[in-house]
């Protein structure tokens, strides 16, 4: 008794670890009273499916309500049998079916085998050379596809490519940009096992692609330094070219500083070309020039040439502080001059302009130190008669610091005295009594922000 107990135990560990590693079952695994059934799967090469492609199955007369496990790994997958007779399988691999049924009134069991390959996307990449023609490489290693179908994106039917051929090659018939795709299909066994790659855009072009993003812009006023930096350029291009005040300057870079402008005293022009892998250069080479701002007393002029390959959308100018920052700005569209806000209270104001292009680039100006001339009105008459109107002789001015007001009589006596510039005489003497209507002589003595010292003298006509 204890050998064949011993004997039980070792072959249920043998058929336990036979589940473990999934395989096909044999009939007598279910016992004795079953029978072999029978199936078939459609296609060529029955073993071989693809992620995606539905695995349709066919059930003999001779097999009656005939279920299916199609991922069997042991008997307790048995719960998952389903009468549907089509699968669609979505992680590649290994699968054993399993038919479970009833022959002559007897149960049944099938199992077949079918490996399923991933349908991925194909993977191509392109190159070209000077002839403009275009040349593919596609990555067939690891693919299950017998052939792919090339869409060039101009229109024509699909190249057919097989992956024991030489890497196509493409010629346009004219210059632009294309939408190119590779269709991966599936063949004998694997075919509807489809799939189309991401889509890659390719230029071509017979000539160099012209310069269509460039931008001048002062960078650092304090040490008279210009940027000029191009964009949105085509690759392999084997140098680039910058003409300027008679002289050209050849680089591998697409950006230029120049530290030899003079940004603050001049505009500077420069020409933009390149040479490219074919020694070609673009039909035309654009002109960009910077912002050259000035002041004319309290107006503001600045260059009108573009500092762009395309056109000014709009010019703001903007007060900047001692360390560069932003304290204000003012839109004033395409206009190239602009007058100092009258409300600004700030006597000494650095300015510059910057240029806003219709692609969004922004070039600015060199800056514009503008000290403004301290103002004051003296009014030339006034009546203190409680209208309302004109009852005080008060002084307007701007950018004074302090100041001093003294009303004279006709002989020269002191009538009113106030070291308040801004309050104002309201025709009383210094023991506040009015005084009589007529012509008095006034002296105002004032400073400005700049610590500069002015002196203004006069009459002014009181009317009672």
Avoid at 70 to 83: F, Q
Avoid at 141 to 150: D, E, S, V
Avoid at 173 to 187: M, R, W
Avoid at 405 to 426: A, E, P, S
Wanted: hydrophobic share 35%; aromatic share 12%; with cysteine.
């Amino acid at each position: 008794m204890k050998w064949l107990c011993f004997f039980l135990v070792y072959i249920g560990c043998l058929l336990e670890h036979k589940h473990a590693t999934a395989q096909c079952p044999s009939v007598s695994q279910f016992g004795t009273q079953w029978v072999a059934g029978a199936f078939g799967i459609r296609g060529t090469e029955v073993g071989s499916q693809c992620t995606g492609r539905a695995v349709a199955l066919t059930t003999p007369n001779t097999v009656t309500n005939a279920k299916y496990i199609y991922d069997y790994k042991n008997r307790s997958d048995t719960a998952k049998a389903t009468a549907a007779t089509t699968y669609i399988y979505t992680v590649p691999g290994p699968y054993y079916i399993v038919q479970l049924g009833m022959v002559n009134g007897r149960p049944s069991m099938s199992c077949n085998l079918v490996q399923v390959y991933a349908t991925t996307k194909p993977i191509f990449t392109l190159s070209t050379g000077c002839d403009a023609a275009v040349k593919m490489n596609i990555s067939t290693a690891g693919q299950i596809y017998g052939r792919y179908l090339i869409d060039w994106g101009d229109g024509k039917p699909p190249q057919v490519y097989l992956p024991n051929q030489p890497p196509p090659t493409y010629t346009y018939a004219t210059n632009g940009t294309y939408q190119i795709k590779v269709a991966g299909e599936g063949t004998l066994a694997l075919q509807d096992c489809n799939a189309v790659s991401e889509p890659q855009v390719f230029e071509s072009v017979g000539l160099a692609a012209p310069i269509a993003n460039g931008v001048v812009t002062v960078q650092d006023n304090a040490w008279n330094k210009i940027t000029l930096s191009l964009a949105g350029l085509p690759t392999g291009i084997k140098n680039f070219s910058f003409g300027f005040n008679g002289q050209e300057i050849q680089k591998n870079s697409a950006v230029l500083t120049d530290s030899t402008a003079q940004p603050a005293k001049n505009q500077t022009c420069y020409q933009v070309s390149y040479r490219d892998a074919c020694d070609r250069q673009p039909t035309t080479a654009p002109t960009l020039c910077s912002i050259y701002a000035q002041n004319e007393g309290e107006t503001l002029r600045w260059s009108a040439q573009s500092p762009f390959v395309g056109a000014v959308a709009g010019y703001m100018v903007e007060k900047v502080g001692a360390s560069g920052q932003v304290l204000g700005s003012y839109d004033v569209g395409l206009a190239t001059t602009w007058t100092a806000d009258v409300n600004d209270t700030d006597q000494t104001v650095v300015y510059r302009v910057r240029a806003t292009a219709t692609n969004g680039q922004t070039s600015i100006s060199n800056t514009v130190l503008l000290v403004r001339v301290v103002s004051l009105f003296i009014p030339n008459g006034f009546s203190p008669n409680n209208d309302q109107i004109n009852d005080v002789f008060e002084l307007k001015g701007q950018f004074i610091e302090k100041g001093a007001v003294t009303i004279f009589d006709r002989w020269g006596n002191v009538l009113y005295h106030t070291n308040d510039w801004q309050k104002g005489w309201d025709g009383k003497d210094a023991k506040g009594q009015n005084v009589a209507g007529g012509f008095y002589a006034y002296r105002v003595v004032y400073t400005d922000g700049k610590k500069n010292d002015y002196t203004k003298t006069g009459t002014v006509y009181l009317v009672r």
